[in-house]
T-cell receptor
Framework: GQQLNQSPQSMFIQEGEDVSMNCTSS?????WLWYKQDPGEGPVLLIA?????ELTSNGRLTAQFGITRKDSFLNISASIPSDVGIYFC????????????FGKGTLLTVNP | DTEVTQTPKHLVMGMTNKKSLKCEQH?????MYWYKQKAKKPPELMFV???????INESVPSRFSPECPNSSLLNLHLHALQPEDSALYLC?????????????FGPGTRLTVL
């Protein structure tokens, strides 16, 4: 099955710092997704990427679809306490063999 | 309304009990999903319903029985569960199963099997 290698596993940062996390795979994909999960909640889609090389922003978040189609990164600028949570990269194959697969997640802690 | 609701929020059951989890959405979505999430792990897909028909079963044990009575409702019937089935059960829905269709997740049901 699809294997998504997400790093780092956890990060402890000070408020105001920038954060970067990434996902890699040995397979080529057509979609990269980035989700955030708060405690006691379901994951929420932050950014969806559909083309190699695509760079997309959502407020302080920026994500890129690697040109090899085997990797993606998510950057968060000027972190704030509410950025705390688990960030997952994901793959959505779509179609009749539909499957949404997540990376292992990055736990982000922001110290005020 | 972009909300997926799940009830109950918490459930404790014995290994001989029968219980059901309920999921509801009113976004007109025609695809609905069940995921299982263990602590500190990512969600894992269990079932996919497309137009009220089961389209994917990820080799889930028969003690988990999904049901989609209509396009807005998704149930997960539980019977003779094991302690290792304790987890957060997430429901999600999307307009369709295209890779361009965003999945909206509910808050989950925290299940404990004693």
């Amino acid at each position: 099955g699809q294997q998504l290698n997400q790093s780092p596993q956890s990060m402890f940062i000070q408020e105001g710092e920038d954060v970067s996390m990434n996902c890699t795979s040995s397979s080529i994909f057509n979609t990269w997704l980035w989700y955030k999960q708060d405690p006691g909640e379901g994951p929420v889609l932050l950014i969806a990427l559909y083309k190699a090389g695509e760079l997309t922003s959502n407020g302080r978040l920026t994500a890129q679809f690697g040109i090899t189609r085997k990797d993606s990164f998510l950057n968060i600028s000027a972190s704030i306490p509410s950025d705390v949570g688990i960030y997952f990269c994901g793959q959505n194959s779509g179609g009749s063999n539909y499957k949404l697969t997540f990376g292992k997640g990055t736990l982000l802690t922001v110290n005020p | 309304d972009t909300e997926v609701t799940q009830t109950p929020k918490h459930l404790v059951m014995g290994m001989t009990n029968k219980k059901s989890l309920k999921c509801e959405q009113h976004m007109g979505h025609r695809a609905m999903y069940w995921y299982k999430q263990k602590a500190k792990k990512p969600p894992e897909l269990m079932f996919v319903y497309s137009y009220e028909k089961l389209s994917i079963n990820e080799s889930v044990p028969s003690r988990f029985s999904p049901e989609c009575p209509n396009s807005s409702l998704l149930n997960l019937h539980l019977h003779a569960l094991q302690p290792e089935d304790s987890a957060l059960y997430l429901c999600a829905s999307s307009k369709g199963t295209s890779r361009y269709n965003e999945q909206f997740f509910g808050p989950g049901t925290r299940l404990t099997v004693l």
